[in-house]
């Protein structure tokens, strides 16, 4: 393991045992949390994107101004679902914000998971096209992403533009060298390991995984992350990739840690449906003091 780092969703509740009632707290203690875990000398600060629901869902506002405040740890999303995206805003979203970050965003993007709303992405203007599912939709959206962040020129100018053109045709700007080679794939299969590798995307493998042969969840993500070097090396990249592997993970300090977390302790896998027909294996969540959860994690 070479780097660390943590995820948030950003939960807000009005409840009166809330720490974090408002989308403003969660928004503002997101930006203090980041700066703090630079300060602890951690690697990554994440932030997950949900749509419909009180958690966070807009990332670049957020990760614009942690780049403003920090200086060294990498800021990134895991994941944004690429349902609802419109790829070129998208792309000048991410481009502003690592600009302002100095090359430092790690962008997670994916299909999605199961929504609080029904085919959310059409309230956002989105429809697959015919023959086409939502993953689909998705992947075509990450696709075309990843040629504009590849800084090539497709736009004719106006032959009477506001203000003066560079020769040829334009790309979207700001430009951020670098950031195409910063932008990881959440995959929930090895199928979709090796279309991101074919991609030349990093890969992040969650808690949650695609239940494709009944063995315990580490097995399984082993068995994805070899699928997605195996296609990595066949499509010949010359960088070397990426992986990334999360685990839920909370350490109990004090009484309100262990009031909070201290029964979420599982022993093991838990499995369950995505869907009508899509089985997954989730990771078992590990909550205890820190030195007991150094020996569990090793």
């Known amino acids: 393991m070479k780097r660390i780092g943590f995820l948030s969703f950003g939960h807000w509740s009005a409840s009166p045992h809330s720490g974090v009632r408002s989308a403003s707290d969660a928004l503002l203690q997101s930006l203090e949390l980041a700066v703090a875990a630079e300060e602890l000398g951690a690697d990554g600060a994440y932030f997950r994107v949900h749509h419909f629901a009180q958690q966070l869902a807009s990332p670049f506002p957020l990760l614009a101004a942690i780049g403003t405040r920090t200086r060294r740890i990498e800021i990134g999303t895991a994941v944004i679902d690429m349902r609802y995206e419109n790829p070129h805003y998208m792309a000048e ?20 998971s199961p929504e609080q709303v029904v085919d959310g992405w059409r309230h956002f203007g989105y429809t697959p096209r015919e023959g086409e599912s939502d993953g689909d939709m998705a992947r075509r959206h990450s696709e075309t992403f990843l040629q504009l962040l590849s800084g090539e020129g497709f736009a004719t100018p106006s032959p009477r533009p506001m203000f003066p053109n560079p020769p040829g045709r334009l790309r979207l700007e700001p430009y951020s060298a670098g950031l195409r080679e910063r932008i990881w794939w959440g995959a929930g299969s090895n199928a979709t390991a090796a279309w991101a590798a074919g991609l030349e995307m990093n890969m992040m493998t969650s808690t949650l995984k695609f239940d494709e042969s009944g063995q315990p969840l580490h097995v399984q993500q082993a068995e994805q992350i070899a699928a997605f070097l195996e296609a990595w090396r066949t499509a010949g990249h010359q960088r070397e990739p990426r992986v990334s592997v999360s685990r839920s993970i909370f350490p109990l300090v004090d009484d309100r840690d262990r009031a909070y977390f201290g029964r979420s302790g599982q022993e093991g896998d838990q499995i369950g449906y995505l869907d009508e027909t899509t089985r997954a ?16 994690l090793r």
Do not use: C, M, N, W
């Open 281 to 296: 294996v989730f990771g078992r969540t590990y909550a205890a003091e820190p030195d007991k959860l150094v020996d569990q």
């Open 93 to 112: 979203d991410a481009g502003a914000a690592d600009v302002i970050a100095g090359g430092r965003l790690q962008l997670g993007i994916s299909r999605g």
